[in-house]
């Protein structure tokens, strides 16, 4: 079936300039993540939501951070005034979660942005 | 604070030959993962370890899990060209559902 896909898969942007990025979860996956890739500080947790729980925001790196999950399935991952330092590659997990064979974290390819 | 540690940040090795990644972790970790990463790609799932003394294997890689030590490792077994790329460990935070990753293996298998 379709995996976790994200859009879009490149992004350049102004600094100062507000982004947002979309991840469509697996059909059914009731977990989804956020997650961020840089050079200097390699992957690093961002948010969790699972159902309708109160997220766990406590990776965001600033309130400049913030994401939502509507429907419980497709969610957006907006920064607002960006910043150099967030250039890096966010990649989205999704997982079914709380149930024995079902731990994995399956991984979307990814947007790279780029703030100029 | 869960933290994770992989070694070697960096492995060149011969086809044919065997090797270990090691990955230590700091406190107690629900769970431990490998995943593979190819340049410019996402991440790819190997291996998913729940409890101590766990072992996975798939073709050339094998996993295993040691609570007491804290360590996971990946052992290759004659390794080929196609095994070239980044792994990562990771650990869960207990409690959570939050992964914290280590720095990474970049591998490369040289004909």
């Known amino acids: 079936g379709a995996g976790v896909s994200q859009s879009p898969s490149n992004k350049v942007t102004e600094k100062g300039k507000d982004v947002e990025l979309r991840c469509d979860p697996i059909?059914?996956?009731?977990?989804l993540y956020w997650y961020r890739q840089s050079l200097g500080q390699g992957l690093e947790f961002l948010i969790y939501?699972?159902?309708?729980?109160?997220?766990?925001k406590s990776g965001l790196p600033s309130d400049r951070f913030s994401a939502e999950r509507t429907g419980g399935s497709v969610s957006t991952l907006t920064i607002q005034r960006t910043q150099q330092e967030d250039s890096a590659v966010y990649l989205c997990?999704?997982?079914?979660?709380?149930?024995?064979?079902?731990?994995?974290?399956?991984f979307g390819p990814g947007t790279r942005l780029t703030v100029t | 604070e869960l933290k994770v540690e992989q070694n070697p940040l960096f492995l060149s090795m011969q086809e044919g030959k065997n090797y270990t990644i090691y990955c230590n972790y700091s406190?107690?970790?629900?769970?431990l993962y490998w995943y593979r990463q190819d340049p410019g790609k996402s991440l790819e799932s190997l291996f998913v370890?729940?409890?101590?003394?766990a072992v996975k294997q798939e073709g050339r890689l094998m996993a295993s899990l040691d609570t007491k030590a804290r360590l996971s490792t990946l052992h290759i077994t004659a390794a080929v060209h196609d095994l070239s790329a980044t792994y990562f460990c990771?650990?869960?935070?207990?409690?959570?559902?939050?992964?914290?990753f280590g720095k990474g293996t970049k591998l490369t298998v040289n004909p």
């Open positions: 997990a999704s997982s079914l979660a709380w149930t024995a064979s079902s731990y994995e974290q399956y």
């Open positions: 059909s059914g996956h009731t977990a």
């Open positions: 939501f699972q159902g309708n729980s109160a997220p766990d």
């Open positions: 406190t107690t970790s629900d769970r």
């Open positions: 370890l729940l409890s101590n003394g």
């Open positions: 990771a650990g869960l935070l207990s409690g959570s559902e939050k992964l914290v």
